[in-house]
C-alpha cells in the first residue's frame, strides 16, 4: 500500500514537473520575442523622437518603460534558470528511494553561478 501511494506521488510530481516545464518553455519564448524585439523598438523610439513626431516627455516615459521591461525580463531569465536547475536536480534524484531530497534539502539548493549553467 505504501509502495502505491509512493508510486501516486511519483507520478503526480512528475505531472507537475511536465506541466512546470511547459510553463517555462513557453516563458521562455515570450522572453525571446521580447527582447528580440526590444532593439528594433528602441531605434524606433529614437527615430521617432529625432524626427520631431514625438515629444521629448513621451519620449523618456517611453524609454523608461522599455528600460523597466528590459530589467523585468533579466529577472525572470534568472528566475527560470533557478527553476530548470531545480528540475534538473530532481530529475537526477534516484525515483524509488522514497527519501525526498535527502540530506540536501530545498534550503541548500544554490542558484546557477554562470550563465551557462
Do not use: C, H, W
Request: zero cysteines.
Amino acid at each position: 500500500m505504501l509502495r502505491e501511494e509512493l508510486g501516486r506521488a511519483n507520478r503526480a510530481m512528475a505531472d507537475k514537473m511536465s506541466q512546470l516545464g511547459e510553463t517555462l518553455t513557453q516563458r521562455v519564448r515570450d522572453l525571446r520575442d521580447q527582447v528580440t524585439n526590444a532593439p528594433q523598438n528602441l531605434l524606433a523610439l529614437e527615430s521617432r523622437f529625432m524626427s520631431g513626431d514625438m515629444p521629448e516627455q513621451e519620449y523618456k516615459s517611453t524609454r523608461e518603460e522599455y528600460r523597466n521591461q528590459l530589467t523585468k525580463n533579466l529577472r525572470s531569465i534568472d528566475e527560470i534558470r533557478s527553476l530548470l536547475l531545480i528540475m534538473s536536480q530532481l530529475d537526477a534524484r534516484p525515483a524509488n528511494t522514497g527519501q525526498g531530497l535527502g540530506s540536501q534539502g530545498p534550503g541548500m539548493m544554490g542558484r546557477p553561478s554562470s550563465p551557462s549553467d
